[in-house]
């Protein structure tokens, strides 16, 4: 990671810095953050993974018996959606102005969504 950031090559040093992040918090991309939560039975987290066209950001906007009718289990629909508004979620704002050619000037906003 250090070695591509120093070099200049960020997407590089981006792909190395999720990489590390994936194994240090081992969970992968591709899986559900419900994972970290014990009480997600491993069956419901993988339904939950295969349902790709829906992404993270959209489930704190279904109700239990839309997220219970998912993963086919609507009895889990309440627990599923406590613990989905129990992850946290942050809305991010950024204004970037340069100041030289090589200093950049970033004002970063974040507020609790």
């Not at 970290?36 to 987290?45: L, M, S, T």
């Not at 839309?66 to 613990?83: F, N, Q, T, Y």
Request: proline fraction near 5%.
């Amino acid at each position: 990671f250090e070695i591509a950031l120093r070099r200049g090559w960020s997407s590089l040093a981006k792909l190395c810095l999720d990489f590390s992040n994936m194994v240090s918090y081992r969970v992968w991309r591709s899986q559900s953050p419900l994972r970290q939560f014990a009480d997600v039975p491993e069956i419901v987290a993988r339904k939950l993974e295969r349902k790709s066209d829906i992404e993270w950001d959209r489930y704190s906007d279904l109700t239990a018996s839309d997220i219970g009718e998912l993963v086919g289990v609507p009895k889990l629909g309440r627990a599923l959606h406590k613990l989905v508004n129990q992850y946290p979620r942050l809305e991010v704002g950024a204004q970037i102005q340069p100041i030289t050619r090589s200093l950049l000037r970033a004002e970063v906003t974040l507020t609790p969504a």
